[in-house]
């Protein structure tokens, strides 16, 4: 009896070792894509600041263009 409790435990062990070892890979393929989410974000303030910036120190929108 005691072999077959032992036996239960090593197994139950072995099936959480198996689990903590997938929700590690999970979590770090998550922490993966925040990253690269982070970097995608910030190009896209970058170039909307920048789009903005060369919205208000453009010409005056009222200006007819050059080839008129």
Do not use: F
Not at 3 to 10: A, C, F, K, Q
């Amino acid at each position: 009896m005691p072999d077959n409790r032992i036996d239960s435990v090593e197994t139950k062990i072995a099936y959480l070792e198996d689990t903590l070892q997938t929700l590690n890979d999970i979590v770090s393929n998550q922490q993966k894509d925040i990253e690269e989410l982070r970097v995608s974000c910030k190009y896209l303030v970058d170039r909307q600041k920048g789009l903005a910036e060369m919205i208000e120190g453009g010409a005056d929108t009222d200006e007819r263009p050059p080839h008129y």
